[in-house]
């Protein structure tokens, strides 16, 4: 009986440690921004071979900042981020 015991106590934490643990990823706005669009848009929203993106409140609505994401534009390509990630990235966006 104390073999079963431990034997099930191993397999928990076994698969424990298996399980995909989405909270482990970032999820903020600025750490996705820094992991997909800094290469290209710059560490300071400055612009580096894309344009850029800092200040975007004052150009366009959260809408078509989203569009842009999702769908890209002549020079930068779409579905780059999953939805919950664009979603995430252009309200952090807006706020810069």
């Known amino acids: 009986m104390n ?32 992991e997909s669009c800094a290469a290209c848009h710059g560490e300071k929203l400055q612009g580096a071979v894309g344009p850029t993106v800092a200040n975007m409140k004052s150009k366009y609505t959260e809408a078509e900042v989203l569009k ?21 990235v252009t309200k952090w966006l807006m706020e810069q």
Do not use: Q
């Open 68 to 88: 842009i994401i999702n769908e890209g534009t002549k020079k930068m390509p779409g579905n780059l981020l999953d939805k919950e990630k664009s979603e995430i």
């Open 3 to 34: 073999r079963l015991w431990v034997a099930l106590a191993l397999t928990l934490l076994v698969l424990t440690g298996c399980s995909s643990d989405k909270s482990s990823t970032a999820m903020d706005g600025e750490s996705i921004y820094n």
